[in-house]
């Protein structure tokens, strides 16, 4: 069967410090990946996707990036957190058979910068 | 674009009420809609998904969800409300292969 990791599941950094936040995929093969951003009272915001390594695309200018280094990593990373990049931070991935395939979620990690 | 609206933040339904939570969508073309449950500090699990192959879609938990064309909308119910439906919920389409999601609506369930 399918899992997904995420980690961690709580980060308290200082504005200014970088960030890495992981997620691994068990059990496919060419998953599509997401990084979602859900901040309190406006819902899930889709932050990057990715359809294969190497391949990211991003939905909204931001402080983050993303990267996509093995089938089934996906890494979201900040050079320098500001205090608006708390949140929490869901990773997701659907398999690649059509649109009506629903995402499955991790765990969620806490953000709090500080 | 497809989008999807929840109507009402919030809702507080008595134990063994009707659940009754809102989504009306936005597409030009027959959408996936989709509604998936929170816990607190945890991610999202799927409830129920519509893909056109049937308007009424039973989901996990005894929740079920109709589709309407000429309403745009995909309201998720459930006939008797418990305690640990107590939870966000979010409606969902898909966009490309991604999913859009709603501002989600946080079910309070009093005693």
């Known amino acids: 069967s399918q899992t997904i990791h995420q980690w961690p599941a709580t980060l308290v950094q200082p504005v200014g410090s970088p960030l890495s936040l992981e997620c691994t995929v068990e059990?496919?093969?060419?998953?599509?990946l997401y990084w979602y951003r859900q901040a309190a009272g406006r819902g899930l915001q889709l932050l990057f996707y990715?359809?294969?390594?190497?391949?990211i695309s991003s939905e909204v200018p931001q402080n983050l990036s993303a990267s996509r280094p093995q089938d089934r990593q996906f890494i979201l990373s900040s050079k320098k957190l500001l205090l608006s990049d708390s949140g929490f931070y869901l990773c997701?991935?659907?398999?690649?058979?059509?649109?009506?395939?629903?995402?499955?979620f991790g765990q969620g990690t806490r953000l709090t910068v500080v | 674009a497809q989008s999807v609206t929840q109507l009402g933040s919030h809702v507080s339904v008595s134990e063994g009420a009707l659940v009754l939570l809102r989504c009306n969508y936005s597409?030009?073309?027959?959408?996936?809609l989709f509604w998936y449950v929170q816990y607190p500090n945890q991610g999202l699990q799927l409830l129920l998904k519509y893909t056109s192959a049937a308007t009424l879609v039973k989901g996990i938990n005894g929740f079920e969800a109709e589709f309407k064309k000429s309403e745009t909308s995909f309201h998720l119910t459930k006939p008797s409300a418990h305690m640990s439906d107590a939870a966000e919920y979010f409606c969902a389409v898909e966009q490309g292969g991604k999913l859009i999601f709603g501002q989600g609506t946080e079910l309070s369930v009093k005693p």
């Open positions: 997701a991935w659907s398999a690649v058979t059509g649109y009506d395939t629903e995402a499955f």
């Open positions: 597409s030009s073309v027959p959408p996936y």
């Open positions: 990715s359809v294969g390594i190497g391949q």
């Open positions: 059990g496919t093969s060419n998953p599509n």
